[in-house]
């Protein structure tokens, strides 16, 4: 699986068969999303309710969350396995950094991908890494951390 960021909320999620499209937009395949609810295609399945949108896919659960808010017990229990978690992070369109964090910890991913549009310092102070970036992240279920968290900074492509 391969994602990319394509700047503000959107991202580009390249599964072996299907390529998802995340943020303002949202596509599964050729399939254009404007509704909540649950889609499926090519053995992706795509389930977009209130905010968060979230993909299966190759045994890999991500979720997409612009503007977190700490979860409910019953939010939480939906959000169960999530593997990777895309975050706005730093505050104004998408959430403070303290929010973000708490949501972060509640949830527990292997990996956590920010979104941002400027302010990425103080997610990054809090997390203890460099801004280093890639232009994508490439994975695959085995490659997951087991034990530390990873977070992946993208650079906007």
């Known amino acids: 699986m391969i994602i990319?960021?394509?700047g503000e909320e959107n991202f580009t999620i390249?599964?072996?068969s299907k390529t998802v499209k995340i943020g303002q937009e949202i596509s599964?395949?050729?399939?254009k999303i404007s509704n909540p609810g649950e889609y499926e295609s090519g053995g992706v399945q795509l389930e977009v309710i209130d905010g968060i949108t979230e993909i299966l896919s190759e045994k890999m659960t991500i979720a997409w969350i612009k503007k977190a808010k700490i979860l409910t017990n019953e939010e939480l229990e939906k959000l169960n396995g999530i593997n990777v978690l895309i975050i706005g992070v730093g505050g104004g369109?998408?959430?403070?950094t303290k929010m973000a964090m708490?949501?972060?910890n509640q949830i527990d991913p292997a990996v956590v991908i920010p979104m941002y549009s400027e302010n990425l310092d103080s997610f990054l102070r809090e997390e203890g890494v460099s801004q280093e970036g890639a232009d994508q992240y490439k994975f695959s279920f085995t490659e997951l951390p087991n034990e530390e968290r990873k977070v992946m900074v993208l650079n906007v492509s």
């Not at 599964?28 to 399939?31: A, F, N, Q, T, V």
């Not at 369109?93 to 403070?96: H, I, L, N, Y």
């Open 28 to 31: 599964l395949g050729e399939m």
């Open 14 to 16: 390249k599964t072996k």
């Open 102 to 104: 708490d949501v972060i």
């Open 93 to 96: 369109e998408f959430t403070e």
């Open 4 to 6: 990319s960021y394509n």
